[in-house]
């Protein structure tokens, strides 16, 4: 095997196994939340906080074996798609956030997912702060590796200097190495390979996981789409889209 190609699949793995080593009390927290949103009817907020991690909101969304009941934030001033430079300065915009909290009607008592492997930039803070004082239950998707690493001040940061982890109420880490990419080539000085976004989505599908299973245990049925492209998908979607159609704006 290509040692390069190794190295890759080494570091997946090492960070995987330190979710699973580390994060289950975190994770059985969050899921209890998730438990009771859908439990009394409510959406499961999802919000990815710039750039790439937008990402782990729409791997939530509309997606085979994940929850029909997941909002998904998808302001385009953070999409990538949107312009990259544009997309960095959004995300380094304070006060943004509560105006998307706002658009999309999130409230009190309700769960909400913050995405964000580096836990630092504006929008992400002020999301949630705002969610805080809103009332909302929160769970943050981050790791600790730039916030430990990057300075207050930073243009980067918050004007706070506060990090993700430190606000929302269950906080999984999901172990993103400082810089994110992680393959060292020989004469290469730049690493390549970023591993934040497969992180962030395998601690959110952990999640969907321990959810399904403690609905199950209720004897509730779990809200879970099919694949569109199986011949009976669409049939099986239907009554997650006439339940849940009308509150999830990017259903429509």
């Not at 570091?11 to 439990?39: G, H, P, Q, W, Y």
């Not at 009941?69 to 990259?84: E, I, K, W, Y």
């Not at 004007?159 to 004469?187: Q, R």
């Amino acid at each position: 095997m290509n040692k390069y190609f190794n190295q890759l699949y080494q570091n997946l793995n090492e960070a995987f196994k330190k979710v699973l080593e580390n994060e289950e009390s975190a994770i059985d927290r969050a899921t209890d939340l998730m438990v009771e949103s859908i439990k009394k009817d409510q959406l499961i907020h999802i919000m990815g906080t710039g750039g790439h991690s937008t990402m782990g909101a729409t791997e939530m969304f509309w997606r085979a074996g994940c929850l029909a009941a997941v909002n998904p934030l998808l302001d385009p001033s953070l999409l990538p798609g949107m312009g990259a430079k544009h997309s960095n300065w959004m995300e380094r915009t304070e006060g943004l956030a509560p105006s998307i909290l706002s658009a999309y009607e999130v409230k009190k008592g309700e769960t909400i997912i913050i995405v964000n492997a580096y836990g630092i930039n504006p929008v992400t803070i002020d999301t949630a702060l705002e969610c805080k004082k809103r009332g909302l239950n929160t769970i943050g998707i981050t790791a600790t590796s730039f916030a430990d690493a990057v300075p207050g001040g930073a243009a980067s940061r918050h004007s706070t200097s506060k990090n993700l982890h430190e606000i929302v109420d269950v906080f999984v880490n999901c172990y993103m190495p400082l810089g994110d990419a992680c393959v060292k080539i020989e004469g290469c000085a730049q690493e390549v390979a970023p591993i934040s976004t497969f992180l962030n989505s395998f601690c959110l599908h952990l999640l969907v996981i321990g959810t399904v299973e403690k609905l199950v245990k209720l004897n509730i049925e779990p809200p879970l789409w099919m694949s569109a492209n199986l011949p009976e998908g669409d049939k099986a979607n239907q009554k997650w889209h006439e339940k849940y159609n009308p509150r999830v704006k990017h259903l429509r």
